[in-house]
């Protein structure tokens, strides 16, 4: 059963789609069968990943609302081992619609559900708000990825969002654990990037990746061609930030070791 991961920040321009696109890619490239799930209406991961809005003709809003099987979603991306299942303007309904199900934090994770035994990770790209959309992702998810832009106020917003945590736990999803803070579009020529970087540490300890995406001119160029770092220009900084960030999560996860059977095929070689 695959882990679910949501990338989670109600603050926007702190690199959550940019996130979800790299790490999903990265991790595909790593040999992990990856499902990047949008479910911002913004439909940015989307069309980042080369999609044209104009064609999609179901999308996740149709698996939530409308009950149509996730495996008739899914496409194939350009990248081995991808899948993505889209977004659509359609799903800015969503937060009205579903406010008269019964148990409307829990929709998406039934849709996840039907699917997450194909794949060894689900990304989803959430909203930047924390509104019922985030939520049925946070009830869905095994853990959440905080992406926290490298400026002042940082750490702003975090508070909110680690309190609907809570309440997720409480109610939905006891199992729902915070995979890692990554600190995104970080310069190390200003000093003011190396104080936040301290700050975020010293507030938040343990919970922070090793791993830091530096600002990148390349990492900013590579959605409008429709593609991932790795694919757009897989020497530059941001798509060697993303790989680290993909194998820190495999350590995390244990999932870096070298299994039994292959041990023993390797001794008696």
Do not use: W
Not at 105 to 110: A, D, G, H, Y
């Amino acid at each position: 059963m695959g882990k679910v991961i949501s990338i989670i920040n109600q603050k926007g321009g702190v690199g959550k789609t940019t996130t979800a696109i790299n790490l999903a890619a990265s991790l595909a490239i790593l040999e992990k069968k990856t499902l990047l799930i949008d479910a911002d209406p913004q439909a940015n991961a989307t069309s980042g990943l080369g999609f044209d809005l104009h064609n999609i003709t179901t999308s996740i809003y149709q698996c939530m609302l409308d009950g149509v099987d996730p495996h008739q979603t899914v496409l194939k991306t350009a990248i081995s081992n991808l899948d993505l299942i889209p977004s659509h303007i359609d799903l800015v309904g969503a937060e009205i619609e579903l406010v008269s199900y019964p148990t409307r934090e829990q929709v998406l994770r039934r849709v996840v559900n039907k699917i997450q035994d194909d794949y060894d990770f689900i990304i989803i790209d959430c909203a930047p708000s924390l509104g019922l959309l985030t939520v049925n992702a946070m009830t869905a998810s095994d853990s959440l990825i905080i992406p926290v832009q490298c400026e002042y106020f940082a750490l702003e917003g975090i508070g909110k969002l680690l309190s609907t945590m809570k309440i997720i736990q409480d109610k939905f999803n006891e199992n729902l654990t915070i995979e890692g803070v990554l600190l995104t579009m970080y310069d190390s020529r200003l000093r003011m990037a190396k104080d936040v970087v301290e700050d975020v540490q010293k507030h938040l300890e343990k919970l922070v990746f090793d791993t830091m995406i530096y600002r990148n001119t390349k990492l900013a160029e590579a959605p409008s061609h429709g593609k991932s770092i790795l694919e757009h220009d897989a020497q530059a900084i941001g798509a060697v930030n993303y790989l680290n960030l993909a194998r820190e999560i495999l350590q995390r996860n244990d999932l870096t070791h070298i299994k039994n059977a292959d041990k023993t095929l390797s001794e008696h070689e």
